[in-house]
């Protein structure tokens, strides 16, 4: 079965400052997808970024980046010039294409960001 | 653009009561899913469906029941409540396999159960 790692419970970071989350997975699929989730107060699931597995380069939006190292089974989220409102809980989550493409969620990391 | 709606957004049950979470989508979407998130936790996949007639359980399926008759709909039951589910539910749903596109989730039911 495929598992998902946060070992950061929580982060804090200066605002304007960078920080990186860390997400491991345990797969034996070659075919997937990887995916950072941010749920503030409101708990809603907001979509951050996405990565393919078969892509080498690793995906970037904005002030978010990620960190792919395929062999490695490591998935990080990198957030640049952090702002007030990027204060919300991340998940990293694994989609595999089989069996419905469904999601297996990390436990999540509690980001703070300080003024 | 509705999305992925659930009702209600808050629910309070007494032990061994009946209810039924309520999910629907307006992007023909074939993919639906059930799940739950406990207090400080990632979310676990309870059930999912394929399309209209086809369920499957998830990782934490017991004490729930499922149906997919519409494409639009994927209605969860709750049978003879139970403290332990109490929990955030999110309905989410996507467009398929062969599909780059992510899940959608709707905002999320929270259920108490006393």
């Known amino acids: 079965a495929q598992t998902v790692t946060q070992s950061q419970p929580e982060m804090s970071v200066q605002e304007a400052e960078t920080v990186t989350l860390s997400c491991t997975y345990d797969t034996s699929e070659s075919d997937y997808y990887l995916f950072w989730y941010k749920q503030p107060p409101s708990r809603q699931m907001i979509l951050v970024i996405r990565?393919?597995?078969?892509?080498?380069q690793n995906a970037t939006e904005n002030r978010f980046s990620v960190n792919f190292q395929k062999a490695a089974k490591s998935f990080s989220l990198k957030i640049s010039d952090s702002q007030l409102g990027d204060a919300a809980m991340y998940f990293c989550a694994y989609r595999r294409e089989t069996s419905g493409s469904r999601l297996t969620f990390g436990e999540g990391t509690q980001l703070t960001v300080n003024p | 653009n509705a999305g992925v709606t659930q009702t209600p957004k808050f629910r309070i049950l007494k032990i061994g009561q009946s209810m039924t979470l309520q999910c629907t989508q307006d992007?023909?979407?074939?993919?639906m899913y059930w799940y739950r998130q406990d207090p400080g936790m990632g979310l676990k996949l309870i059930y999912y469906s394929v399309g209209a007639g086809i369920t499957d359980k998830g990782e934490v399926p017991n004490g729930y029941n499922v149906s997919r008759s519409t494409t639009e709909d994927f209605p969860l039951r709750l049978e003879l409540a139970a403290p332990s589910q109490t929990s955030v539910y999110f309905c989410?749903?996507?467009?398929?396999?062969?599909?780059?596109?992510?899940?959608?989730f709707g905002d999320g039911t929270r259920l108490s159960i006393l």
């Open positions: 989410a749903s996507r467009p398929g396999t062969y599909s780059n596109q992510p899940q959608h």
């Open positions: 992007m023909n979407h074939n993919y």
């Open positions: 990565q393919e597995a078969y892509k080498q």
